[in-house]
T-cell receptor, first 113, second 112 residues
């Protein structure tokens, strides 16, 4: 079965640079979620979208922004990167109103040097 | 205190053992309870979810919810080395919103 696709899988950036992470949800899924996971930590919710509209917001820094496009794929834009932004970034998708059935992608490992 | 608590382990068991993984939670409004398996540096994989109290079985996995005690469990029968991973419980919000509340995860190692 098709899964959530994330790109790139690995990304190395320097401090103060920008990064864009992409997420392609499971076909027919209309809701996308972004999570950040630091080493040894559980995933922390950043933001979610349904039908191109932001549906919920978590602990997302002001330096980050995200959007969902008409084909339901989503992009997470990260600016003025800091060392502390180094983490695994996961995208998950689900059908609307099925937040209990979120399927995660393989993640993007971001390293900020 | 976190809203969802989980023993971080590590939990080490011999192959073939029955494994019990547990979470406690404080928000009595939670209705759905999910279990994810996460291999090192991989994305969390949804194993199963249950609604309200009761049991749910899927192959070697059984999820159990006791809402009166705010306690959920995941049992793994005939554990295999391939089950070695971190197991996270998670609950979606009640009353709207999408943020999953995760436990810290229990690291399981199944040894030959």
């Amino acid at each position: 079965a098709a899964g959530v696709i994330q790109s790139p899988r690995h990304l190395i950036k320097e401090k103060r640079e920008t990064a864009t992470l992409k997420c392609y949800p499971i076909p027919r899924h209309d809701t996308v979620y972004w999570y950040q996971q630091g080493p040894g930590q559980d995933p922390q919710f950043l933001i979610s979208f349904y039908e191109k509209m932001q549906s919920d917001k978590g602990s997302i820094p002001d330096r980050f922004s995200a959007q969902q496009f008409s084909d339901y794929h989503s992009e997470l834009n990260m600016s003025s990167l800091e060392l502390g932004d180094s983490a695994l970034y996961f995208c998950a998708s689900s059908l609307r109103d099925s937040s209990y059935e979120q399927y995660f992608g393989p993640g993007t490992r971001l390293t900020v040097t | 205190q976190k809203e969802v608590e989980q023993d971080p382990g590590p939990l080490s068991v011999p192959e073939g053992a029955i494994v019990s993984l547990n979470c406690t939670y404080s928000n009595s409004a939670f209705q759905y309870f999910m279990w994810y398996r996460q291999y090192s540096r991989k994305g969390p994989e949804l194993l199963m979810y249950t609604y309200s109290s009761g049991n749910k079985e899927d192959g070697r996995f059984t999820a159990q919810v006791d809402k009166s005690s705010k306690y959920i469990s995941l049992f793994i029968r005939d554990s295999q080395p391939s089950d070695s991973a971190t197991y996270l419980c998670a609950m979606p919000p009640t009353g709207g919103g999408n943020k999953l509340t995760f436990g810290t995860g229990t690291q399981l190692k199944v040894e030959l």
